[in-house]
């Protein structure tokens, strides 16, 4: 009867957790779609990479999800900015929904948020201020520096501008659409936790959402962002194998198609 009686809130959490993640992975899709990577590869990737991801501490499965679109596009520049790209907007909008909070209630604020909006200001500083910088520096050393250290200056400036260009053609005409990507996914994972907390009976509220943020990415662990995890990892299990096994026989099909016709 326990079983019946909480069957359609499950129901609801898991179709709320796949809205969550689909939302995150079109975010990461439309980073990548000039990649043109096949979607059923593209989704066990996503798939297995997040798992990681909520298995090792403190994010740094994203080392790994780097590693992987690196493999995948054959690119480890793209790979990497991709991912770095990606992680900044899901960021970005973390900083906009804390803001109001830590305005409403000051005694939430915490290292944690404080360093995550500096981050965030400090990238879109660098990003605004790197076109003319670059410019300068690059006219300076070329006109008035011919030593070796200046060439390698030169050199390295160089390349910081190709990195530069490449995150560029990555976001342009995409920031907006990216920005409120990560926005709705944060405000549909907030709306989860509430669903949770109200289903096991944990306390949780506006407030408390800067703390579970808190928790994420330090050592810090609430009941709620605890059991929460838990619950990510098993679905995220799930939806790993099933991708896997869809795009597995998907490619094998494909092959058997292939090599079909050329015998013909």
């Not at 991912?83 to 970005?92: E, I, K, Y």
């Not at 405000?187 to 808190?214: C, H, K």
Request: one cysteine or more.
């Amino acid at each position: 009867m326990m079983i019946v009686k909480f069957l359609p809130a499950v129901l609801l959490c898991l179709i709320w957790f796949f809205l969550i993640h689909a939302v995150k992975m079109f975010r990461m899709y439309l980073v990548l779609l000039e990649s043109r990577i096949e979607f059923k590869r593209f989704i066990f990737a996503y798939c297995r990479t997040t798992l990681l991801n909520l298995i090792i501490p403190f994010k740094l499965g994203e080392i790994y999800r780097m590693a992987v679109f690196s493999r995948i596009t054959k690119n480890a520049a793209v790979g990497i900015a991709s991912v770095a790209v990606d992680r900044f907007f899901d960021t970005l909008a973390l900083v906009l929904i804390l803001l109001p909070l830590h305005v409403l209630n000051p005694s939430k604020i915490s290292v944690v948020s404080v360093f995550l909006m500096v981050f965030v200001t400090v990238v879109i500083f660098i990003y605004m201020m790197f076109p003319s910088a670059y410019g300068y520096l690059n006219k300076y050393l070329i006109i008035n520096r011919t030593s070796l250290r200046s060439m390698t200056v030169l050199r390295w400036l160089e390349a910081l501008n190709s990195g530069y260009e490449y995150i560029k053609k990555l976001v342009t005409g995409r920031y907006a659409l990216l920005t409120l990507m990560s926005f709705g996914a944060w405000v549909l994972e907030g709306g989860l936790l509430f669903a949770i907390s109200a289903l096991l009976d944990i306390q949780f509220n506006m407030s408390d959402f800067s703390d579970y943020i808190t928790s994420i990415l330090s050592s810090v662990h609430s009941e709620l962002q605890s059991k929460y995890t838990l619950f990510s990892i098993a679905v995220m299990f799930v939806f790993s194998i099933i991708s896997g096994v869809i795009s597995f026989a998907l490619s094998g099909k494909k092959a058997r198609e292939y090599y079909s016709k050329r015998n013909k």
